[in-house]
């Protein structure tokens, strides 16, 4: 799993309310990026990071917003979440010896209701 | 609009049957190319291509990039109902952006 945990699994929350979920890596690698997952959709790029305090969007980052302020840790944050934001979110990291295979995190499965 | 396409988006073979899913994508800048398999969680890695013309192999699987025509094949022989999965593959970027297609839903029937 090279290292990679999502927290939290599962959450389920109410509209206009924030939400932050964390991906933290064990394995020192610079690239890390956030997926959403919806049926017929693929996995679609929220942002990415490519350093402590780099960062980029992705096809989809409206409503998100993303911090990375130790090499560790990429937090994804959805300031006010909205029922369409339910989804499927991955975090992912690239292997910074091949630097182009990514490995996955096990997902966190968010509701919005 | 959509940078990576993958066609079938479904397919439904017998045990036994050969398939082949198509990754094309609209960019001729591009580092490299990777094919994943996605089960029940989290996508797994099968293959990255970066030449023209070389294949990947790995046991019945078997995958090859054509960067002039601008698509990838993800070959299966003699599938197993082990190989039902989605496939996914996805494009990295000189900027280093990963962008996925949107996956070809395998079933295989026993």
């Known amino acids: 799993d090279a290292g990679i945990t999502q927290s939290p699994r599962h959450k389920v929350t109410e509209t206009g309310t924030p939400v932050t979920l964390r991906c933290h890596q064990t394995e020192n690698h610079r690239y890390m990026y956030w997926y959403r997952q919806d049926p017929g959709h693929g996995l679609r790029l929220i942002h990415y990071s490519y350093g402590v305090k780099d960062t980029d969007k992705g096809e989809v980052s409206d409503g998100y917003s993303v911090s990375r302020s130790k090499t560790e840790d990429f937090l994804l944050t959805l300031e006010s979440a909205t029922s369409s934001q339910t989804s499927v979110y991955f975090c992912a990291i690239k292997d910074s010896r091949t630097n182009e295979k990514l490995f996955f995190g096990s997902g966190t499965q968010l509701s919005v209701l | 609009e959509d940078k990576v396409v993958q066609s079938p988006l479904s397919l439904v073979v017998h045990e036994g049957d050969t398939v082949t899913l198509n990754c094309s994508y609209e960019v001729t800048n591009f580092r490299s190319l990777l094919w994943y398999k996605q089960e029940k969680k989290a996508p797994t890695f099968l293959f990255m291509l970066t030449s023209s013309g070389i294949e990947k192999k790995s046991g019945r699987l078997s995958s090859i990039l054509d960067k002039k025509e601008l698509f990838s094949i993800l070959n299966i022989t003699a599938t197993q109902t082990g190989d039902s999965a989605v496939y996914l593959c996805?494009?990295?970027?000189?900027?280093?952006?990963?962008?996925f297609g949107k996956g070809t839903r395998l079933h295989i029937l026993p």
């Open positions: 996805a494009v990295v970027f000189p900027d280093d952006k990963i962008i």
